[in-house]
Every structure is written in C-alpha cells, then in structure tokens.
C-alpha cells in the first residue's frame, strides 16, 4: 500500500501546535483506508544573535525553513505544511526551490471558504499589522469577502492575551478561550458571519469555542482536511542543463555564454537554469588517445555522475575531443549526454544541404578518433581534413607557445589556423569548415561567408551549434512539462 507521506515543517513554530496536527493527521483515515504517515525532523539549527541586521535575521528564518523542506523530501515527504503564519510570507520563496508541493494552515481556510462562502468575515486578530494585511489580502485574492475587525476596546483583550502568554505556552486555556470569546462576540456582533482564526494557536480552541456557541472556522479540521484529502502532486521542474567545464576553462565560459545569447529570454527569471562541473583537472583528452598516459575516462564520468546528481536534465561537455569517450560513458548514465558532433552536422546539413564538403578544423586526437568522420559517413556527408603540414598548424594554434590554451586569440594562432582554413578552401573543395575544437571559436568567429584566399567558405561552431540545441531542448521539455 502506497501510504500518503505529510510532513510537517516545525519551524519557530509553536510545539502544542504542532503536535496536536501530528495527532489530528495520524488519526485521519484516507479513502483507501490507510492513514497517512507524518514525517517530522529536528535540526540542529544555531540562529543569529538577537542584534543582527533584520536581512539576516529574516534570512536565517527562510534557510531554517527550506533546509527544513529538503529533510522532509528525504523521508518521503510528498506535501509539506508549515505551521506558522510567520512563515506564509515566503512561502512561495520556499516553492522555487523544490517540487514538492508546499501549503499552510491560511490555503486551507481559504479553501474551505470556496465550498462554504460568507459575506462577512470576521478577523480574530490585532487589525493593522503587516500580518493583517498579509492574511486578508491573501484571503481576499481568492475569495470575495468583506472584512469586520475588532472593535478599539478589544484592543485590551489582545494586550491580555499577549501580555498573559495565553496564546503561546497556554498556562490557562480556560482564560484564553475566555479571552478569544470576548472577541469573537464583538466580531459576530459587527455583523460577521464566521469568525476566522489569524494564528496557528487560535486553531486549537476553535472546537471550544464553536461549542460555546460562537462560529468560528475550524482551521485545524479544515487543515487536516486539505492535508489528507488533496491529491499531491510534484510541481513542474525547471529545465536544467549541466556542463562539464574546464577542457578548457575559456572553452567553458563560451559555450555559457553563447547558452545565454541564444536563450530567448526578457529577464534574469527567464534563463536556462545551469550546473557547471568545473574541472580543469581532468587528463588532457588528446594526449591519452596519442600518446597513452592517464586515462581521463574516469574524471568525465565523475564529473557526468556528479552533475547527475544535480538533477541535470541533459549533460554537454564543452571539449570536442571528449566525445570520444561518449561511448564507454553514456551507458552508464540516466541522464541523457547531447552530442556536439551530431547537433553539429544535422545544423550544416538542414543549413546548407546534403552535398555540401565539410572541412574538419580539430586536434589530432578528434580526427584520428573519427568522432566527426564517423558521425558524417553515416549521414552521407562529404567530409575533408588537413594534410599533414596543414594539421601541424591546427595544432600549433590550439596547443603552440602562442596557440589558445596559452590564451592567445589573435596574432600568431589566427594566422596559421587561416592558413589550414584557406587550404581545405583551396586544395580540398570546402565550403563549410568546422571549428572542432570548443577553444577554435574563441580565435575564429561563427560566419556564413569568409574569404579565404581567392575562396569563400561558411565558418561553423559546434559550441553555438550546441547552445542553439541545449535552447531548443529546453525549450521542449518546459512545453510538455509545463510552467508554475
């Protein structure tokens, strides 16, 4: 039997409270039969001194509260309920963070308020505080009542209850039902036709109260109500993309940013969420397939499980030459590798047909590992590479004294590597010249035309071919997953 989960966020919340919900919930049965079963933590919290900045006091109340959440999904929690009304102010700041859906004591009162509509609501609470305002406008957004507040003589009654502790550790609860009584009576009397609970604590002397003939909102019955019989589902997740970074590091920041450029968005909100595995200690990937030495299989895929772990919805890896080791990795995934080389020719071909000859710009490891080669056979495309002497100075300009990973852009490393464009130009019938390595864009730009000696050709970057990709991928997955 698939039991409902519920946890409870006990965040500077009042324990009598909350334990009196623990026990409302446990004894409730679902229609299936069961009852639900509650999830509760305890941190080990250490708050600011009582003179911090109000941002840090107020911050510290949030992070209490979502690291709070975070535990609760660890054990299962498929709903989480706060306990405070301290804490419905950022309730929706909470939700961001998670899928797992997050309500309070107030979203169920209102829900209640839908199936049973008044007029008239009375507001049990000290009217014109920022927490007045807070819960009728909340109310008020939702259902269209008119609001009636204590009269200025009831003022004195709050200033019991508050002075007394009635409502918070409860050392007389006849006093306090007594005192909430009084109020109650000059709201219904003002015209109200409920009374609505303003305190999580008010919630336990409703049942009292409503016996003594006053009608007030149950908001704990309406709570545990609305806890146990809504169907709970996980909200949208934003799209995700992780990178893994630092083959190189510049490599990195352009493929970001090019993400970035590429994304259609109006506001900071509107971006692709992004997870970077900066790792620029992973073993030269050229290198190992050329000459041997360490294996970088094992850093890719640590980097890969790592963002996994993130909850990535797809993994780029900015470095061509990587893609070499897709094959022994992406098994062993659930989250899905987008290939560079492969978004890379479907663009050429869809841009400019399927007779166009593609020449290939990329380290030696790349094009003896064939991970373009390969990939352009089997879609029937025309594929070319340097000679020798030409693939010496692609190299140069990647990996020279003054080639890209020194950090050198122009000069030296510019020249030669037009010298190589300008002879699969010339020697080898290219019109479209791939930039296949992730630091070759950072010295050539993406062009539709450049003249190469008496020769034009298209400049094409696999890292904003890949970009485009990760945009659109989003792009369809937020469609059929939806938005909040």
């Given amino acids: 039997m698939n039991h409902k989960v519920i946890g409870i966020s006990q965040s500077f919340s009042p324990a009598p409270f909350v334990r009196a919900l623990k026990e409302r919930l446990q004894s409730t049965f679902l229609p299936d039969g069961s009852r639900p079963r509650i999830e509760l933590v305890d941190l ?4 600011p001194d009582a003179d911090a900045p109000k941002l840090v006091q107020e911050g510290d109340v949030k992070i209490h509260v979502l690291e709070e959440s975070y535990q609760l999904i660890e054990k299962g929690a498929q709903v989480i309920a706060l306990c405070n009304f301290r804490n419905i102010s950022f309730l929706n700041e909470v939700q961001t963070e998670i899928t797992t859906p997050v309500t309070d004591i107030l979203q169920a009162c209102i829900e209640e308020l839908k199936k049973n509509p008044v007029k008239k609501l009375g507001y049990l609470g000290r009217p014109g505080t920022d927490k007045a305002k807070l819960i009728t406008e909340t109310v008020s957004r939702e259902v269209p009542v008119e609001w009636v507040y204590p009269s200025e003589a009831m003022l004195e009654v709050f200033d019991e209850l508050e002075s007394g502790s009635h409502c918070a550790v409860i050392p007389d609860q006849k006093k306090a039902c007594e005192l909430f009584g009084k109020v109650c009576s000059n709201l219904l009397s003002e015209g109200a036709e409920l009374v609505f609970p303003t305190c999580v604590m008010q919630a336990l002397f409703a049942a009292a109260l409503k016996s003594e003939g006053y009608n007030v909102l149950d908001s704990m019955s309406a709570y545990v ?7 709970w589902e996980k909200l949208p997740k934003p799209f995700k993309i992780g990178i893994v970074g630092g083959l190189g590091p ?12 590429a994304t259609p968005a109006k506001n900071d909100q509107e971006h692709i969420k992004v997870a970077v595995e900066q790792n620029p200690q992973i073993p030269d990937r050229t290198k190992y397939l050329l000459h041997g030495g360490v294996d970088p299989t094992l850093s890719l895929y640590a980097a890969c499980r790592k963002l996994e772990k ?12 990587a893609h070499a080791y897709f094959e022994t990795i992406v098994p062993h995934l659930s989250v899905p590798l987008i290939n560079m080389q492969q978004v890379t020719l479907e663009e050429i071909r869809d841009r400019f047909g399927p007779d166009v000859v593609i020449g290939l710009m990329a380290t030696d490891g790349t094009i003896q590992t064939g991970i373009y080669g390969r990939k352009a056979k089997s879609m029937k495309l025309a ?23 020194a950090g050198f852009t122009d000069g ?15 020697d080898k019938g290219a019109q479209a010249l791939i930039l ?13 035309n450049i003249k190469l000696g008496d020769g034009h050709a298209a400049i094409v970057d696999p890292t904003a071919s890949l970009a485009r990709r990760v945009v659109k991928v989003a792009g369809e997955i937020t469609k059929i997953r939806g938005v909040r």
């Fill in 44 to 47: 080990d919290w250490s708050s």
């Fill in 225 to 231: 109500s609305y806890l146990c019989f809504t169907d």
């Fill in 250 to 261: 510049a490599a990195t920041v352009d493929l970001y940013d090019k993400i970035t450029k």
């Fill in 310 to 321: 993130d909850a990535v919805d797809a993994i780029v890896i900015a470095c061509n030459t």
């Fill in 383 to 405: 594929m070319v590479v340097p000679d020798k002497e030409h693939q010496a100075m692609v190299m140069e300009a990647i990996y020279g004294e003054k080639g890209v990973k």
């Fill in 412 to 426: 030296h490393c510019k020249e030669v590597l037009l010298k190589a464009a300008e002879h699969l130009v010339r």
């Fill in 436 to 448: 296949g390595c992730t630091e070759l864009p950072l010295i050539l730009e993406e062009t539709d």
